[in-house]
Nanobody, 124 residues
Framework: QVQLQESGPGLVKPSQTLSLTCTVS??????????WTWIRQPPGKGLEWIGF???????YYSPSLKSRTSISRDTSNNQFSLQLSSVTPEDTAVYYC????????????????WGQGTQVTVSS
């Protein structure tokens, strides 16, 4: 059973960098063909996709957040991390890490495992 757990500060000041880590257990983040994703949900709004780091190490970000986003990984600890710079109160949200599985002949794929989410508030 794959488990994901987010960790990081719950309060970040405006203009600073938000840093979160997702620790994965029960499966390796380098296993084909999984994409380790960050998603957030601002209060009263829907889910917003932030970006992913693939099993290969390649990354892809939402165009609207690309200039402020970096996703990296630590394969020795089976973790991947999010850094979002120059935050504003609009970045206040519950942040989730999730695993996306590429569709195959055996599976339709999709987001099959999620962390419980962590609240991040941007405020001075």
């Amino acid at each position: 059973q794959v488990q994901l757990q987010e960790s990081g500060p719950g309060l970040v000041k405006p203009s600073q960098t938000l840093s979160l880590t997702c620790t994965v257990s029960g499966g390796s983040i380098t296993t084909n063909y999984y994409y380790w994703t960050w998603i957030r949900q601002p209060p009263g709004k829907g889910l917003e996709w932030i970006g992913f780091i693939a099993y290969s190490g390649s990354t892809y970000y939402s165009p609207s957040l690309k200039s402020r986003t970096s996703i990296s990984r630590d394969t020795s600890n089976n973790q991947f991390s999010l850094q979002l710079s120059s935050v504003t109160p609009e970045d206040t949200a519950v942040y989730y890490c999730a695993r996306y599985s590429r569709p195959t002949a055996m599976s339709e794929g999709g987001y099959d495992y999620w962390g419980q989410g962590t609240q991040v508030t941007v405020s001075s």
